[in-house]
Structures are given as structure tokens and as C-alpha cells.
């Protein structure tokens, strides 16, 4: 059995199983690249995938930090409000038992007033004229209310 061979340009002979053997490494070669490439993509991926779940352990604890800072934030802005509610309902108590103390003074003031009234009334029955003309007595030296030179 002769092997055969094959004539390439000029004077370039070239046995067939060398040819056999050279596309069967060129395969080989082409399938390692190939496994190789297969791998380095598996591992970008594991190591793309790794990255992805630390960033999202992350992102929990942060956003864990942040629910309870929201949380504390909250419980004081709630604690602000109860105490100006508070305070408020203590003003407008203030301002109630004020309101009510002035309306008091007002009755009291309007009582005296009229008894002031129906005893100038009376004083005039008694003995007319003896007041000054603006309703009031005279002040003497005599008593309250006197001239304070002596």
C-alpha cells in the first residue's frame, strides 16, 4: 500500500496523513481555545454574579440602616407633634381660664358701677347739688384722698 501525496505549487509534496494530522490539530487547538473561551466566560459570569451579590448585600444593609433611621426619624417627628399638641391644648387652657378671669372683672366692674351709679342717685335725693357736676363728691382735706400738704 503506498501512501499517497498531494502536489501543492512547485515541488511542494505533501503526504496525506500529515495533512490528516494538521487539520486534526487545527481542530484540537480551535477546541481548547473554545473550551478555554467557555471557561474565562463561566468565570466572568460566576465572578459578575459574585459581584452582583455582595452589591446587593449591600444595598440591604443599607437599605436596613435607612428603614430605621426612617423609623427613628418617624417616632421623633411623632414625639414633636404629641408635644406641640401638648403645649397648645396648655395655651388655649391659659387663654380659656384668662378669658374667663376678664369676663369675671368685667361683671365686677360693671357691678361696681351700678352700685357707684345708684348711690350718686341717691346722694342726689339726699341733698342735690352737693355733687361737682361730673357725678363725683369733693375731695376735702379731710379725709382719703386729701391734699397731702399740711
Not at 459581584?51 to 430605621?68: I, T
Not at 369675671?104 to 346722694?123: G, I, M, P, V
Amino acid at each position: 500500500m503506498r501512501a499517497s501525496a498531494h502536489h501543492f505549487g512547485e515541488g511542494i509534496v505533501v503526504e496525506t496523513w500529515l495533512i490528516v494530522l494538521l487539520v486534526v490539530v487545527v481542530l484540537v487547538v480551535l477546541a481548547l481555545v473554545g473550551l478555554a473561551l467557555a471557561k474565562r466566560s463561566r468565570v466572568a459570569g460566576a465572578r459578575r454574579r459574585e459581584q452582583q451579590r455582595v452589591q446587593a448585600r449591600e444595598h440591604l444593609e443599607e437599605a436596613r440602616l435607612r428603614g430605621a433611621q426612617a423609623e427613628k426619624e418617624q417616632a421623633l417627628a411623632e414625639e414633636q407633634a404629641a408635644r406641640a399638641r401638648r403645649e397648645r391644648a396648655e395655651v388655649e387652657e391659659r387663654t380659656r381660664l384668662a378669658e374667663q378671669e376678664a369676663r369675671q372683672r368685667a361683671a365686677a366692674a360693671q357691678e361696681h358701677a351700678s352700685a357707684a351709679e345708684r348711690l350718686r342717685a341717691e346722694a342726689e335725693k339726699l341733698a342735690p347739688g352737693l355733687g361737682d357736676g361730673d357725678g363725683r363728691a369733693p375731695v376735702t382735706g379731710d379725709g382719703p384722698g386729701g391734699s397731702t400738704r399740711r
